[in-house]
């Protein structure tokens, strides 16, 4: 439930407001000396890909070290660490307790729970995916001991400047890709490569679609156009072209994986919105303070993040 | 690895042309009496699906119920089922013995296991999807008794006619629909209902893309046109429109789940094509016998299938 | 539910006499050459286990492979296996429809899922443990290529003779030994290999005790008495004695793996019993026909394939 | 591997001398306030479980909360606490840095990690047990609602003050009875009540034994004098006498299910052993300190808090 992966796993915990946010990860091989420098960078890119006018808070987000470290050095026990809320202002959110934002998650989880963490989204915030960076930058760590990257960038976002001025949000696709990943990663039926990826993918907040390779657009290809020639290329059997993404039949085929994820703009915008509040009253809301106008930047290195563990995984389950 | 689900589970075995394949469905409750009329009709609809110069064999797919029943009725024990391979061919297959058909999955699994069953695709045939069938219609069943219903339609295909001539293939994309889910149902982090949705569609063979609610495109909208306002309905709390698809944090809300899926040409076509054999050298193969040009048709039982299977486990997991 | 192991996974189904027992083997490395004539002679020491007076059919045991395999070789897609049961004879056991057999499952099963089938035992029969005798065989062949043996054998017995004469039973306890374990195999927290060979054996019919090393013993030495001491032999550290079983801290420490199975007597005697039944009703039931008088013999090979199956899960798990 | 239960979840982590340990308990039901005092108690149940000459660390365990909670309330989300080694006091451990103690978890955590967290037993010490019993005392409270209670007992032990005086420790059995379960709880096959209490058991520290009802005693019965006869009591089904421990075919049958467990000996004694270092020489050595005699005070409240769990667990798998 909110635990994922296989033989290399993040469990991870907390709400938004609550006292602290934080993972396990269980799996880790041990012996392995942690870059927390790079850690910490990838913590920052999370950061930095937010907006100037961004709502998000200002403390730096401290990791404690909890367990399976002696001296920086893996021990092959679980991974915990939290991150504090310290700059938490549930008063801020007071005005939206009894009231549901519009595609945001308040309503399902009150649904589902009977009850909802009203507090800055709890444990539907965006801030309860730092957890994801921290595992995402251990898993790249063991990929760049075998000569893997993973690389995500923007290919497409709205005009954030035009948004800005009307208190609007925009969205906008990642593309993201895996090199040299070896033939034969990738479980057959129920575990494939493009599958785990899927569903790592839409554990993000905002996240409505997701492509391999030429994705939607192989709909409207013949196969004449869509199929990938294999080739010799340095003695190495490769394809001509990669319209596949790297995965054919699950499983990675040694080429570059490629993916897209489409994101949503994000729902807290400054415009008045029609709603309905606890009591099942129609209502307006406007969400006061400062709004992030788009959460592209800082949903790159989560990308990156969950395609490292997704790869870790599927290298441990073979 | 070759088992779906967690409190509803299928695993699924076989080779197209291996002594038989089938399927262990784990978790479905005692004491229904199974619709045996219902999932021999959908087996139907997944041949028909063909199209008539298909290359699917001729026998019936018959069922043998092999455990978990009584009288017909389930004994909550697994429920085992096997379809034989009876009108296998292997022969046909000889000439790719050694040769990678392109965008096939042969390259990936030898490169996976060291060896593959070369007979029609083996493990990786689309003929191996049919225990999908057979559990997507009991937890269809289930549903039903629940009010809940699941609906998938072609929405974009390629011109089937114009393809067949030149001896090429087309893909297409397919919207499924689930229909009174009620809200609170998938769970937030890594089991979120859209994560879980995404996941089954790309277990299904050739599916590059999926998409929930307007997906791809959101990414192109503002968040004031990409929101979907609460309004009260028949004194019931819903959403003015539907641009999430059903589903927000994760978790459905109550409205319509509606996703879609992309699927790429089926990889088999009459052209000659350049590929590489089993000993590293490039050569020209040519997929001989009649072909299916579109597998979309046969898709539809599919999609509605595993869609079905993820609700029903989203439901037990409550 | 029905499956066990974690990367080395059997899935289980099948009733007593519905139309057939098996099972699936997911994870099983390919390009093994599988010993057929192995896994048959472990099915026969199940058989040949009985007394001669045994109520078990007389048919052979006679596996039909399913999946998972081209020419005798494992693909690395999952091993599919059953046996039918031809020779039931429901008829038998019509008397004990409505009646609940004293220490049998009938009871529970009835209150569990509200129906079972009462055919000879149902999923609760003996007969249900045949396909961890096939994943045995196998996990056992690739135990045998590290050098790894698993040996069960009967330490204690009631008499037979004087049971059978009384219509009674017997139960009695197994040993097991695992030679040549490396050192650092079992997880340290909840996969112990102690606690996975512990969840094992009480899948077991009859299964009502488990130690290992010198088990329940220990509670009554010292620590003095009790403890290990590390030597050195052959260049290799190991320990002088071997009171904790070759496992300490839940991971085996080198030394020979030993533990212990305490089985009850089989509950269907031929004298007289008081009950109830289905209508809540008291009454007398006499089991009618012949019985087995112990089950011990026959539960060699089922402890030593559990074992064998957690072992190989183990080693997989590194 | 650090995770325990299927629907009702613990994963625990921590080292003896690190930071922290903790715990995150997944799928607690939602809208339950915590009885935090109860808690408490079962700490200190823990503690007061220890010898007047403990060398147990003497800060009080003040746990702190870190997620799932809203005012006390559980949110449905992960539950994370943990509690700080705020005594840690490594230097005590520097001579046991590179020796084997014998019959602790020393050599064999090194020989899977390739390295040890050598201060105080790291993550095999006894203090990593301490997020069972906060797991614990939140499914106990989860049983109350349900009128189900956990209680056990030390039933065997060996004379403390003479082993006290000798430097020595002592083993013994502990008993634990589950009241009002009922009928109908627990898995058929792999996930048997019965088997989900060994493996659970056996994932405390020491633990060599466990049998349920009469256990090894019913190896000696005949099955006449072991079975337990159905009978009508008040109006309801159950048996005369309880041989089988509440548990039939691995599913509970309404009555108290009844289990023992037996824990060897501390292995920390204050004689003189033989042992090897890491540099493979023979060695003697003396643990230092004021030491625990017999660990089984301490352990019923582990024991209770591990049934309570699985308890939960098979009640939430139904």
């Excluded at 595609?103 to 009150?110: G, K, N, V, W």
């Excluded at 570059?256 to 008045?272: D, E, G, H, T, W």
């Excluded at 290195?301 to 490292?308: K, M």
């Amino acid at each position: 439930m909110n635990t994922i992966g296989h033989n290399f796993r993040l469990t991870t915990f907390g709400e938004s407001h609550g006292t602290a946010i934080g993972g396990v990860i269980d799996g880790c091989p041990s012996q392995w000396k942690l870059d927390f420098d790079f850690i910490e960078a990838e913590l920052l890119r999370r950061r930095t890909g937010q907006s100037p006018t961004s709502s998000q808070r200002k403390e730096p987000d401290s990791i404690e070290w909890l367990s399976g470290l002696l001296d920086g050095v893996t021990l092959g026990t679980p991974i915990a660490f939290i991150v504090r809320n310290e700059d938490a202002r549930p008063d801020n959110y007071e005005a939206l307790k009894d009231v549901y934002r519009p595609s945001h998650a308040d309503f399902t989880y009150e649904k589902k729970y009977g009850l909802r963490d009203w507090r800055g989204g709890g444990r539907a915030s965006a801030r309860t995916t730092l957890p994801v960076v921290v595992a995402g930058a251990i898993a790249k760590q063991i990929l760049r001991g075998q000569g893997i990257q993973v690389l995500a960038k923007v290919t497409e976002m709205g005009d954030v400047e035009q948004a800005r001025k009307e208190g609007d949000t925009v969205g906008g696709i990642v593309e993201c890709i895996i090199t040299r990943v070896p033939a034969g990663w990738g479980e057959p039926m129920f575990g494939k490569f493009s599958a785990e990826l899927a569903h790592a993918m839409f554990s993000l907040p905002a996240v409505k679609g997701f492509e391999v390779g030429d994705g939607f657009a192989l709909a409207k290809m013949k196969g004449s156009e869509a199929n990938d020639a294999f080739i010799i290329n340095d003695g190495k059997i490769t394809t001509l072209t990669n319209h596949s993404g790297g995965i054919q039949g699950g499983i990675t085929n040694g080429n570059v994986v490629v993916f897209r994820v489409a994101f949503k703009p994000i729902p807290s915008i400054a415009q008045p919105q029609q709603t309905v509040n606890r009591g099942g009253e129609p209502c307006e809301i406007t969400i006061e303070g400062r709004h992030d106008v788009c959460a592209l930047p800082r949903a790159l290195v989560l990308v990156e993040a969950l395609a490292a563990m997704v790869t870790v995984d599927m290298c441990f389950l073979r």
